[in-house]
Protein backbone atom coordinates (compact mmCIF):
# COMPACT_ATOMS: atom_id res chain seq x y z
CA UNK A 1 0.00 0.00 0.00
CA UNK A 2 0.84 3.71 -0.77
CA UNK A 3 0.03 6.86 0.74
CA UNK A 4 0.73 10.64 0.14
CA UNK A 5 0.71 13.17 2.93
CA UNK A 6 0.57 16.57 2.65
CA UNK A 7 1.24 18.09 6.08
CA UNK A 8 1.19 22.25 6.29
CA UNK A 9 2.91 24.23 8.52
CA UNK A 10 1.03 26.85 10.11
CA UNK A 11 1.53 30.55 10.92
CA UNK A 12 -0.05 32.01 14.08
CA UNK A 13 -1.49 35.15 13.28
CA UNK A 14 -2.70 36.27 16.42
CA UNK A 15 -2.59 35.46 19.68
CA UNK A 16 1.07 34.50 20.56
CA UNK A 17 1.87 32.74 24.44
CA UNK A 18 -1.93 32.86 25.00
CA UNK A 19 -2.37 28.68 23.95
CA UNK A 20 -0.51 27.57 27.58
CA UNK A 21 -1.87 29.91 29.67
CA UNK A 22 -5.72 28.39 28.65
CA UNK A 23 -6.23 31.22 26.31
CA UNK A 24 -7.33 32.31 22.45
CA UNK A 25 -5.20 31.78 19.93
CA UNK A 26 -5.74 32.09 16.20
CA UNK A 27 -3.62 30.49 13.74
CA UNK A 28 -3.97 29.66 10.24
CA UNK A 29 -2.93 26.73 8.08
CA UNK A 30 -0.09 27.99 5.37
CA UNK A 31 1.02 26.65 2.09
CA UNK A 32 4.91 25.96 2.92
CA UNK A 33 4.13 21.95 3.99
CA UNK A 34 5.90 18.91 4.98
CA UNK A 35 5.35 15.59 2.11
CA UNK A 36 5.58 12.16 2.91
CA UNK A 37 5.49 9.13 0.41
CA UNK A 38 4.73 6.11 2.87
CA UNK A 39 4.51 2.72 1.36
CA UNK A 40 4.13 -0.41 3.37
CA UNK A 41 6.33 -3.31 4.88
CA UNK A 42 6.30 -6.07 6.42
CA UNK A 43 6.94 -6.50 10.33
CA UNK A 44 7.59 -3.26 12.69
CA UNK A 45 10.47 -1.93 11.41
CA UNK A 46 9.98 1.80 10.30
CA UNK A 47 12.71 3.15 7.83
CA UNK A 48 12.24 6.93 7.55
CA UNK A 49 14.55 9.60 5.00
CA UNK A 50 14.21 12.86 5.04
CA UNK A 51 15.24 15.41 2.02
CA UNK A 52 18.98 15.75 2.75
CA UNK A 53 22.37 13.31 2.67
CA UNK A 54 22.80 11.18 5.03
CA UNK A 55 19.60 11.85 6.92
CA UNK A 56 18.04 8.21 6.60
CA UNK A 57 17.72 5.90 9.71
CA UNK A 58 15.47 2.97 11.02
CA UNK A 59 13.86 2.48 13.81
CA UNK A 60 11.60 -0.67 15.68
CA UNK A 61 8.45 -0.19 16.98
CA UNK A 62 8.51 -2.34 19.89
CA UNK A 63 11.90 -0.65 20.81
CA UNK A 64 10.66 3.31 20.80
CA UNK A 65 13.04 5.04 23.39
CA UNK A 66 13.19 9.17 23.92
CA UNK A 67 16.47 10.96 23.48
CA UNK A 68 18.77 11.38 25.88
CA UNK A 69 20.06 14.33 24.19
CA UNK A 70 19.20 17.14 22.17
CA UNK A 71 16.36 15.51 19.49
CA UNK A 72 16.71 15.07 16.29
CA UNK A 73 14.23 15.18 13.36
CA UNK A 74 13.34 10.95 13.63
CA UNK A 75 12.56 11.36 17.68
CA UNK A 76 9.68 13.35 16.15
CA UNK A 77 8.47 10.30 14.34
CA UNK A 78 9.78 8.27 17.08
CA UNK A 79 7.37 9.80 19.64
CA UNK A 80 4.42 9.55 17.12
CA UNK A 81 4.69 6.21 17.03
CA UNK A 82 4.95 6.07 20.72
CA UNK A 83 1.55 8.00 21.31
CA UNK A 84 -0.10 6.19 18.91
CA UNK A 85 0.61 2.70 20.19
CA UNK A 86 0.31 3.83 23.60
CA UNK A 87 -3.01 5.04 22.90
CA UNK A 88 -4.19 1.50 21.82
CA UNK A 89 -3.65 1.83 17.60
CA UNK A 90 -1.16 -0.90 16.87
CA UNK A 91 0.85 0.57 13.69
CA UNK A 92 2.79 -1.96 10.48
CA UNK A 93 5.92 -1.64 9.31
CA UNK A 94 6.75 1.55 6.73
CA UNK A 95 9.08 3.20 4.28
CA UNK A 96 8.75 7.45 4.90
CA UNK A 97 10.34 9.39 2.54
CA UNK A 98 9.76 12.83 3.82
CA UNK A 99 10.50 16.24 2.18
CA UNK A 100 9.59 19.58 3.97
CA UNK A 101 9.37 23.14 2.02
CA UNK A 102 9.07 24.43 5.51
CA UNK A 103 12.08 26.85 7.19
CA UNK A 104 13.44 24.46 10.15
CA UNK A 105 13.91 26.56 13.03
CA UNK A 106 11.94 29.28 12.04
CA UNK A 107 8.71 29.53 14.01
CA UNK A 108 6.12 28.18 11.62
CA UNK A 109 5.66 24.87 12.77
CA UNK A 110 8.28 22.36 10.59
CA UNK A 111 8.06 19.88 14.01
CA UNK A 112 4.62 19.84 13.49
CA UNK A 113 3.94 19.48 10.58
CA UNK A 114 6.25 16.40 10.47
CA UNK A 115 4.20 14.88 13.55
CA UNK A 116 0.77 15.06 11.50
CA UNK A 117 2.08 14.38 8.26
CA UNK A 118 4.15 10.81 9.77
CA UNK A 119 1.06 10.34 12.03
CA UNK A 120 -1.62 10.41 9.15
CA UNK A 121 1.10 8.33 6.69
CA UNK A 122 1.21 5.23 9.18
CA UNK A 123 -2.57 5.46 10.73
CA UNK A 124 -3.61 5.15 7.03
CA UNK A 125 -0.91 2.60 6.11
CA UNK A 126 -2.54 0.34 9.32
CA UNK A 127 -5.95 0.60 8.14
CA UNK A 128 -6.69 2.65 11.03
CA UNK A 129 -9.71 5.93 11.58
CA UNK A 130 -8.41 9.10 14.18
CA UNK A 131 -10.28 12.09 13.68
CA UNK A 132 -7.93 14.94 12.93
CA UNK A 133 -8.59 16.79 16.77
CA UNK A 134 -7.41 13.13 18.15
CA UNK A 135 -4.70 13.12 15.53
CA UNK A 136 -3.51 16.54 17.23
CA UNK A 137 -3.84 15.83 20.70
CA UNK A 138 -1.91 12.67 20.13
CA UNK A 139 1.02 14.54 18.01
CA UNK A 140 1.04 17.22 21.20
CA UNK A 141 1.51 14.21 24.08
CA UNK A 142 4.17 12.98 21.86
CA UNK A 143 6.32 16.54 21.54
CA UNK A 144 5.42 16.84 25.40
CA UNK A 145 6.12 13.38 26.68
CA UNK A 146 8.90 11.63 24.06
CA UNK A 147 10.53 14.50 22.66
CA UNK A 148 10.53 16.62 25.65
CA UNK A 149 9.33 19.90 24.51
CA UNK A 150 6.57 21.73 26.44
CA UNK A 151 4.62 23.19 23.62
CA UNK A 152 1.18 23.95 23.69
CA UNK A 153 -1.87 22.50 21.56
CA UNK A 154 -1.94 25.19 19.26
CA UNK A 155 0.47 24.16 16.48
CA UNK A 156 -0.85 20.64 16.37
CA UNK A 157 -4.75 21.85 16.14
CA UNK A 158 -3.45 24.33 13.54
CA UNK A 159 -1.98 21.86 11.47
CA UNK A 160 -4.67 18.96 11.78
CA UNK A 161 -7.27 21.01 10.98
CA UNK A 162 -6.97 24.14 9.25
CA UNK A 163 -9.01 24.92 6.09
CA UNK A 164 -8.57 27.24 3.12
CA UNK A 165 -9.52 30.71 3.39
CA UNK A 166 -10.26 30.00 7.41
CA UNK A 167 -8.49 30.81 10.34
CA UNK A 168 -8.60 28.73 13.37
CA UNK A 169 -10.04 30.56 16.74
CA UNK A 170 -9.01 27.93 19.45
CA UNK A 171 -9.95 28.28 22.80
CA UNK A 172 -6.93 26.48 24.84
CA UNK A 173 -8.64 25.26 27.88
CA UNK A 174 -11.75 23.56 26.43
CA UNK A 175 -10.19 22.82 22.43
CA UNK A 176 -13.40 24.45 21.08
CA UNK A 177 -12.57 26.05 17.80
CA UNK A 178 -14.36 27.91 15.31
CA UNK A 179 -13.45 28.57 11.50
CA UNK A 180 -13.40 32.04 10.60
CA UNK A 181 -13.36 33.72 7.13
CA UNK A 182 -10.14 34.69 5.79
CA UNK A 183 -11.40 36.44 2.92
CA UNK A 184 -7.82 38.73 1.72
CA UNK A 185 -9.11 39.08 -1.76
CA UNK A 186 -6.57 42.18 -3.17
CA UNK A 187 -4.90 41.48 0.46
CA UNK A 188 -1.74 38.87 0.97
CA UNK A 189 0.17 37.31 4.04
CA UNK A 190 3.51 37.67 3.64
CA UNK A 191 6.02 35.50 5.95
CA UNK A 192 9.44 37.09 6.61
CA UNK A 193 11.75 34.98 8.11
CA UNK A 194 14.55 36.84 9.84
CA UNK A 195 17.03 33.68 9.54
CA UNK A 196 17.64 34.58 13.12
CA UNK A 197 18.15 30.98 14.96
CA UNK A 198 16.23 31.10 17.96
CA UNK A 199 18.98 29.97 20.31
CA UNK A 200 17.26 31.28 23.11
CA UNK A 201 13.50 30.28 22.37
CA UNK A 202 13.48 27.37 24.28
CA UNK A 203 14.77 28.44 27.94
CA UNK A 204 13.02 31.35 27.69
CA UNK A 205 9.83 29.64 26.28
CA UNK A 206 10.01 27.54 29.21
CA UNK A 207 11.05 30.65 31.71
CA UNK A 208 7.90 32.50 29.95
CA UNK A 209 5.67 29.70 31.31
CA UNK A 210 6.74 29.56 35.00
CA UNK A 211 6.61 33.42 35.60
CA UNK A 212 2.75 33.04 34.44
CA UNK A 213 2.85 30.29 36.68
CA UNK A 214 3.97 32.28 39.53
CA UNK A 215 1.80 35.24 38.26
CA UNK A 216 -1.18 32.77 38.99
CA UNK A 217 -0.07 31.68 42.33
CA UNK A 218 0.74 34.98 43.68
CA UNK A 219 -2.95 36.74 42.14
CA UNK A 220 -4.98 33.88 43.67
CA UNK A 221 -3.74 34.58 47.20
CA UNK A 222 -4.35 38.39 46.39
CA UNK A 223 -7.57 38.11 44.94
CA UNK A 224 -8.80 35.10 47.46
CA UNK A 225 -10.09 32.72 45.00
CA UNK A 226 -8.43 29.98 42.97
CA UNK A 227 -6.99 30.95 39.52
CA UNK A 228 -6.46 28.11 36.95
CA UNK A 229 -4.50 30.64 34.63
CA UNK A 230 -4.32 33.75 33.77
CA UNK A 231 -6.97 33.16 31.42
CA UNK A 232 -9.44 33.35 34.97
CA UNK A 233 -8.64 37.30 35.18
CA UNK A 234 -10.70 40.17 33.46
CA UNK A 235 -8.52 43.44 32.76
CA UNK A 236 -9.90 45.27 35.80
CA UNK A 237 -8.09 42.46 37.78
CA UNK A 238 -5.17 42.34 36.45
CA UNK A 239 -4.60 46.50 35.93
CA UNK A 240 -5.96 46.30 39.89
CA UNK A 241 -3.00 43.98 40.55
CA UNK A 242 -0.07 46.44 39.81
CA UNK A 243 0.23 47.83 43.07
CA UNK A 244 1.40 43.91 44.56
CA UNK A 245 2.15 42.01 41.48
CA UNK A 246 6.02 42.35 41.23
CA UNK A 247 7.32 44.62 37.83
CA UNK A 248 8.19 41.46 36.01
CA UNK A 249 4.77 39.33 36.70
CA UNK A 250 2.73 42.15 36.05
CA UNK A 251 3.99 42.58 32.75
CA UNK A 252 3.60 39.06 31.71
CA UNK A 253 -0.08 39.14 33.05
CA UNK A 254 -0.91 42.30 31.43
CA UNK A 255 0.15 41.29 28.03
CA UNK A 256 -1.60 37.41 28.48
CA UNK A 257 -4.78 39.24 29.27
CA UNK A 258 -4.74 42.02 26.76
CA UNK A 259 -3.99 39.54 24.11
CA UNK A 260 -6.78 37.19 25.27
CA UNK A 261 -9.45 39.88 24.49
CA UNK A 262 -7.21 41.31 21.11
CA UNK A 263 -8.00 37.57 19.56
CA UNK A 264 -11.59 38.02 20.70
CA UNK A 265 -11.54 41.53 18.83
CA UNK A 266 -9.68 39.69 16.26
CA UNK A 267 -12.03 37.46 15.27
CA UNK A 268 -14.84 39.84 14.98
CA UNK A 269 -13.16 41.95 12.63
CA UNK A 270 -12.52 39.20 10.66
CA UNK A 271 -16.25 37.78 10.75
CA UNK A 272 -16.91 41.29 9.91
CA UNK A 273 -14.61 41.77 7.00
CA UNK A 274 -11.94 44.52 8.38
CA UNK A 275 -9.39 43.99 7.52
CA UNK A 276 -7.86 47.36 8.97
CA UNK A 277 -9.08 47.29 12.23
CA UNK A 278 -7.73 43.66 11.81
CA UNK A 279 -4.28 45.10 11.28
CA UNK A 280 -3.96 47.49 13.58
CA UNK A 281 -4.79 44.80 16.65
CA UNK A 282 -1.60 42.51 15.06
CA UNK A 283 0.44 45.74 15.64
CA UNK A 284 -1.15 46.14 19.21
CA UNK A 285 -0.42 42.87 19.62
CA UNK A 286 3.53 43.15 18.37
CA UNK A 287 3.87 46.23 20.68
CA UNK A 288 3.11 44.15 23.30
CA UNK A 289 5.56 40.95 22.35
CA UNK A 290 7.95 43.65 22.69
CA UNK A 291 7.53 45.85 25.73
CA UNK A 292 5.45 43.40 28.11
CA UNK A 293 6.44 40.43 27.46
CA UNK A 294 10.05 40.55 26.39
CA UNK A 295 10.16 37.75 23.38
CA UNK A 296 10.63 39.99 20.45
CA UNK A 297 14.15 40.73 18.91
CA UNK A 298 16.06 43.45 17.27
CA UNK A 299 15.54 42.05 13.64
CA UNK A 300 11.69 41.01 14.07
CA UNK A 301 11.83 44.85 15.43
CA UNK A 302 12.97 45.97 12.27
CA UNK A 303 11.26 43.81 10.10
CA UNK A 304 7.66 45.33 11.35
CA UNK A 305 8.40 48.61 11.88
CA UNK A 306 10.02 48.65 8.09
CA UNK A 307 6.36 47.10 7.52
CA UNK A 308 3.99 49.37 9.14
CA UNK A 309 5.79 52.50 7.27
CA UNK A 310 5.03 51.08 4.16
CA UNK A 311 1.96 51.91 1.89
CA UNK A 312 -0.48 49.19 1.59
CA UNK A 313 0.62 47.25 4.90
CA UNK A 314 -2.70 47.04 7.34
CA UNK A 315 -0.62 45.48 9.94
CA UNK A 316 2.55 43.44 11.28
CA UNK A 317 3.85 41.27 14.13
CA UNK A 318 6.24 38.86 15.17
CA UNK A 319 5.09 35.14 14.78
CA UNK A 320 6.25 32.20 17.18
CA UNK A 321 8.08 31.48 20.18
CA UNK A 322 10.04 35.01 19.71
CA UNK A 323 14.17 35.95 19.50
CA UNK A 324 14.26 35.17 15.76
CA UNK A 325 11.99 33.13 13.31
CA UNK A 326 9.48 35.12 11.30
CA UNK A 327 7.42 38.05 11.41
CA UNK A 328 4.08 38.14 9.57
CA UNK A 329 2.42 40.75 7.61
CA UNK A 330 -0.87 41.71 6.01
CA UNK A 331 -0.71 43.86 2.89
CA UNK A 332 -2.22 44.62 -0.41
CA UNK A 333 -0.79 42.75 -3.13
CA UNK A 334 0.18 45.54 -4.85
CA UNK A 335 2.37 46.31 -2.26
CA UNK A 336 4.26 43.00 -1.60
CA UNK A 337 6.96 44.18 -4.09
CA UNK A 338 8.19 47.31 -2.22
CA UNK A 339 7.90 46.00 1.28
CA UNK A 340 10.14 43.64 0.79
CA UNK A 341 12.63 45.69 -1.20
CA UNK A 342 12.10 48.09 2.13
CA UNK A 343 12.71 45.36 4.50
CA UNK A 344 15.89 43.72 2.38
CA UNK A 345 17.34 47.67 2.88
CA UNK A 346 16.37 47.86 6.45
CA UNK A 347 18.54 44.49 7.09
CA UNK A 348 21.52 45.33 4.44
CA UNK A 349 21.64 49.06 6.41
CA UNK A 350 22.70 46.66 9.29
CA UNK A 351 24.61 44.35 7.86
CA UNK A 352 21.81 41.37 8.37
CA UNK A 353 21.54 38.80 6.29
CA UNK A 354 18.95 38.87 3.78
CA UNK A 355 15.68 37.80 4.78
CA UNK A 356 13.67 35.03 3.16
CA UNK A 357 9.62 35.76 2.30
CA UNK A 358 7.09 33.65 1.59
CA UNK A 359 3.75 34.88 0.62
CA UNK A 360 0.88 32.47 1.21
CA UNK A 361 -2.73 32.23 1.90
CA UNK A 362 -4.93 30.35 4.58
CA UNK A 363 -4.16 26.45 3.39
CA UNK A 364 -6.10 23.34 3.85
CA UNK A 365 -4.58 20.66 7.18
CA UNK A 366 -3.32 17.37 6.42
CA UNK A 367 -4.42 15.59 3.35
CA UNK A 368 -3.84 12.02 2.38
CA UNK A 369 -4.12 10.69 -0.99
CA UNK A 370 -4.08 6.90 -1.16
Known amino acids: MRVRVIAPGRVNLIGEHTDYNEGFVMPAAIEPSVFVEATSR???MVSARIDGPG????FSLDRLLP???NPVWVDYVKGVCWALERAGYVLRGANLEIKSTIPVGAGLSSSAALELGAAAALVNLAGLTIRPAEMAMLCRSAENEFVGVRCGIMD????ALGRAGRALLLDCRSLAYEYIPLVLER????????RVSRSLAASAYNRRREECEAAVQQLAVQLGRPLRSLRDLSLEEITGAQSYLPDLLFKRSLYVVEENGRVIKAAAALRGGDLHTFGRLMGLSHA???????????LLDLIVDTAAACPGVLGARMTGAGFG?????LLEAKAVELTGEKIREAFARQGWPEPRFYLTAAAPGVTVEI
Open 42 to 44: SGR
Open 288 to 298: GLRDLYQVSCP
Open 187 to 194: YRLLIVDS
Open 156 to 159: QFAV
Open 55 to 58: RATS
Open 67 to 69: PRR
Open 325 to 329: GCAVV
